[in-house]
T-cell receptor, first 114, second 112 residues
Framework: GAGVSQSPSNKVTEKGKDVELRCDPI?????LYWYRQSLGQGLEFLIY????????KSGLPSDRFSAERTGGSVSTLTIQRTQQEDSAVYLC????????????FGEGSWLTVV | QKEVEQNSGPLSVPEGAIASLNCTYS??????FFWYRQYSGKSPELIMF????GDKEDGRFTAQLNKASQYVSLLIRDSQPSDSATYLC????????????FGKGTHLIIQP
């Protein structure tokens, strides 16, 4: 597609439920990133996929968070047993994976845990 | 610990003046530096990137990098009300496709 596509754009869920957020990167981009941005805060790195390499999970805040990327394209971020502090916008980004490349963001998935 | 620091603002600048946004970073191994603009409720969009010491100009925007002092700045000339947004500084360690470390952003207000 022309840009990074994320779904759902908005999600309200009850505390304790699981949620899945989807990201479809720019066609041909080998690198995919998930960031989280809480209200009034900066971007917090969560996880990074590059091609077929093992993902960099160093930013995941707890074991309730996981992500996978199937076929080197679409990625799903899963949050289990959601908590109110998980409320944030979850931003997916992609890049072409080359040195000096730039990262382009999707419009984000706004998650509210009530 | 990778840290990127920005003054949160708000920074208020009259229309037509030069807006100066500053950013410092902690990791001397940082190799590439990015400025993103984020309007309220929207995702960040790339404005400029810079890799080498000195200035890089693109239209009304100039990025300045000083690796010895570990700071990067963004100048916006002839500021317009549409420039009002939060400006995020981001740093990448290494030359590959590693994730960016972002500052918390500076909220810029251009006063008509």
């Amino acid at each position: 597609g022309a840009g990074v596509s994320q779904s759902p754009s908005n999600k309200v869920t009850e505390k304790g439920k699981d949620v899945e957020l989807r990201c479809d990167p720019i066609s041909g981009h080998t690198a995919l990133y998930w960031y989280r941005q809480s209200l009034g805060q900066g971007l917090e790195f969560l996880i990074y996929f590059q091609g077929n390499s093992a993902p960099d999970k160093s930013g995941l805040p707890s074991d309730r968070f996981s992500a996978e990327r199937t076929g080197g394209s679409v990625s799903t971020l899963t949050i289990q047993r959601t908590q109110q502090e998980d409320s944030a916008v979850y931003l997916c980004a992609s890049s072409d994976g080359s040195g000096g490349n730039t990262i382009y963001f999707g419009e984000g998935s706004w998650l509210t845990v009530v | 610990q990778k840290e990127v620091e920005q003054n949160s603002g708000p920074l208020s600048v009259p229309e037509g003046a030069i807006a100066s946004l500053n950013c410092t970073y902690s990791d001397r191994g940082s190799q590439s530096f990015f400025w993103y603009r984020q309007y309220s409720g929207k995702s960040p969009e790339l404005i400029m990137f810079i890799y080498s010491n000195g200035d890089k100009e693109d239209g009304r925007f100039t990025a300045q990098l000083n690796k010895a002092s570990q700071y990067v700045s963004l100048l916006i000339r002839d500021s317009q009300p549409s420039d009002s947004a939060t400006y995020l500084c981001a740093v990448r360690i290494g030359g590959g496709a590693d994730g960016l470390t972002f500052g918390k952003g500076t909220h810029l207000i251009i006063q008509p």
